[in-house]
């Protein structure tokens, strides 16, 4: 039976929904293994598992959308849900690393830029949703969340990866700072979008 045609099934239970709860369901594994493995001085196969876990979790990203278009099975709840999981996994994932050192000292700041752009991001977003406007993902931005999930994936990866390849923790790192860079554009070109509508409703 082609999923795109069964009737009677739920939006809310749709494939593309379905992949998005699994990314959101990924994230304790994730973040579990890590702990585990750094604070409590686990194995260094947790880092793998988290590793892999991390990357189905990145590929669910991609697949959600794909389907729900193919399939023709977009939803407002897929469209609420989509971005709040990938916010949830970005988010959890850099203050787990944070935690357990990966990110440290200047890098903080690589993190800290991302998360509050997210923030800032989502919150423009949930206003202008308000005033039914909407504000498209750019290429830019997809580029961006890319790099970023790499970066993250090196990261998590961190002292196990350091066994087959030696730069691991630093390609992370650097990548979590061109990440950065490109937050601070996408934000700006969002925010700018943002006010130019929050100012004609004054106007209006």
């Not at 890590?34 to 196969?45: K, M």
């Not at 690589?110 to 919150?123: D, F, N």
């Not at 390609?171 to 929050?198: C, E, P």
Request: overall charge neutral; aromatic content about 10%.
């Amino acid at each position: 039976m082609n999923i795109a045609t069964t009737r009677g099934q739920p939006k809310t239970m749709s494939l593309p929904n379905i992949l998005t709860y699994a990314r959101i369901a990924a994230i304790p594994v994730v973040i579990g293994c890590v702990y585990w493995q750094s604070i409590l001085d686990g194995p260094l196969w947790l880092r793998w598992v988290a590793l892999t876990v991390f990357i189905a979790a990145g590929i669910t990203d991609y697949l959600d959308g794909y389907y729900a278009r193919m399939w023709d099975q977009q939803s407002a709840f897929g469209r609420m849900l989509d971005p709040i999981a990938d916010k949830l996994l970005v988010a959890s994932s850099l203050l787990m690393l944070a935690a357990d050192n990966s990110i440290h000292g200047w890098t903080l700041w690589a993190a800290i830029v991302i998360l509050c752009r997210e923030i800032l991001v989502s919150g423009l977003r949930e206003y202008l949703a308000g005033l039914r406007v909407s504000v498209p993902v750019t290429k830019l931005a997809k580029w961006k969340t890319t790099i970023q999930l790499v970066a993250i994936g090196f990261l998590i990866a961190g002292e196990a990866g350091e066994q087959i390849l030696p730069a691991t923790t630093l390609i992370g790192i650097v990548l979590l700072w061109m990440s950065a860079i490109f937050t601070i554009y996408t934000g700006w070109d969002y925010f700018r979008a943002g006010i130019h509508h929050l100012i004609k409703e004054d106007e209006g």
